[in-house]
């Protein structure tokens, strides 16, 4: 596709609920992240893949949270048990080559909301 | 670590008026790249201006250019003649060398609400 894809939308989910997110990339990127945005703060990075491999997981808050993009195309983030506080936008963003000055392009994200 | 500090939490300016959003960053990586990204109501995050560490110029984007002053560590957002729709979050981010185990992520400040008022 022409842009980074993320869907649900927003979710709203009771808490105790698995959830799964997902991110479509643009076609042929190979970096792919997720960030996760509370309400009014910058993004904070959760897990970085190359391709299919999971390079970088060192900022997912907890073991409930999982992700995988198992064929190096889409990528689907899982978070089980949820809880109140896992409620923000999750971001999905995509780059070509892992190069310093080439950009990423984000998805317009998922939010959730945990009641 | 990294870290960027936005100290503006909010900002006003008049329609067709200049603004600057500050940013500034700490690194001890020497090769770094700079960037800043709009966020309006929507939620996507759009891509304004990117700045190399070893640049030599200030990056300009149209209506955007970037005041890089490598010495104190700040990277602010000049925004020449504001439009309504430039009304939105605004973020500065910096990305670390690639390679090793940085994997090029982006660190994000807190970022600045900007408000442009007719």
């Known amino acids: 596709g022409a842009g980074v894809s993320q869907s649900p939308r927003y979710k709203v989910a009771k808490r105790g609920q698995d959830v799964a997110l997902r991110c479509d990339p643009i076609?042929?990127?190979?970096?792919l992240f997720w960030y996760q945005q509370a309400l009014g703060q910058g993004p904070e990075f959760l897990t970085y893949f190359q391709n299919e491999a999971q390079l970088d997981k060192s900022g997912l808050p907890s073991d409930r949270f999982f992700a995988e993009r198992p064929e190096g195309s889409v990528s689907t983030l899982k978070i089980q048990r949820t809880q109140q506080e896992d409620s923000a936008v999750y971001l999905c963003a995509s780059s070509f080559l892992d190069i310093l000055n080439y950009g990423y392009t984000f998805g317009s994200g998922t939010r959730l909301t945990v009641v | 670590a990294q870290k960027i500090t936005q100290t503006q939490p909010g900002m006003f300016v008049q329609e067709k008026e200049a603004v600057t959003l500050d940013c500034t960053y700490d690194t001890s990586d020497p090769s770094y790249g700079l960037f800043w990204y709009k966020q309006p109501s929507s939620g996507e995050m759009i891509f304004l201006i990117y700045q190399g560490s070893y640049d030599q110029q200030n990056a300009t984007e149209g209506r955007y250019s970037l005041n890089f002053q490598k010495a104190r560590k700040s990277a602010n957002l000049v925004i020449s003649a504001s439009q309504l729709g430039d009304s939105a979050m605004y973020f500065c981010?910096?990305?670390?060398?690639?390679?090793?185990?940085?994997?090029?992520?982006?660190?994000f400040g807190q970022g600045t609400i900007l408000t442009v008022h007719p």
């Open positions: 076609s042929g990127h190979v970096s």
């Open positions: 981010a910096m990305r670390d060398g690639a390679g090793g185990t940085s994997y090029g992520k982006l660190t």
